[in-house]
């Protein structure tokens, strides 16, 4: 009698198991855009460069992903982040009670890539604009970096000139643009943006250290007749 009640709680077990590991791998099948954080190994960075949009909270499936408290605020880098999920939508909303979704993106992303989202215009009287750039690119040769132009700046209606040691790099890159990458020598460089076919500097970034096989990417934001906060202004940021 023990016997059999020992064989009977034994193939009791047995279907216990089999049955959890079915129900576990059903589960698997339905969740598969749900990956985990470190087998997307998607990393994105966001810039809110418009300066009537107020902090915006990120949410990736109706989850916020930047940490509570800390929202996307005007002009201030807050660095690569890993995504959690692809799952659309990927919705901005205003970092208040109310918390107002003003933009959406759908974008397909790639595992081991790296992108940033500019958004620029203005919330109040023109429509936002999402510039959308995807960061990875092929190496630069041996001895060389890369750099990379956005105009971000609404009011550059005519375009933007770009000199890296009064050298032209980048020439005529209208709002909502973005350049294709250069390849210069490592080195320092003074890197000013001019309105182009202008002599006038908007910016100057005086010390750009361009490092063996490094990427990065100039921005441009803000307003050329402005001389507050929301003034003509710009940044570099290491995509790798």
Known sequence: MAGRNKNSLL???FLFAAGAMLLLMISS???QSGASRSGLNIQYRVFNLSPDLGPVNLF????????????????????YFYVPSTDTPYQFRMATVAGTPVLNRDDILKSGAKYTIFITGSYGNNPLYPIFTVDTAALPATGRGKLRFVDASPSATGGLDVYANDTLAFSGV??????TYLELPVGNYD???KPTGL???LNEQPVVTIQDGRLYTLYAYGYTMRADSAAFNAGIITNK
């Open 199 to 201: 002599t006038t500097t």
């Open 174 to 179: 209208t709002y909502k643009n973005v350049s």
């Open 191 to 193: 890197i000013k943006i």
């Open 11 to 13: 193939i009791f077990l």
């Open 29 to 31: 099948c339905g969740k």
């Open 60 to 79: 990736i499936n109706f989850n916020q992903v930047n940490a509570s408290g800390n929202p996307f605020i005007f002009g201030v880098d807050h660095g």
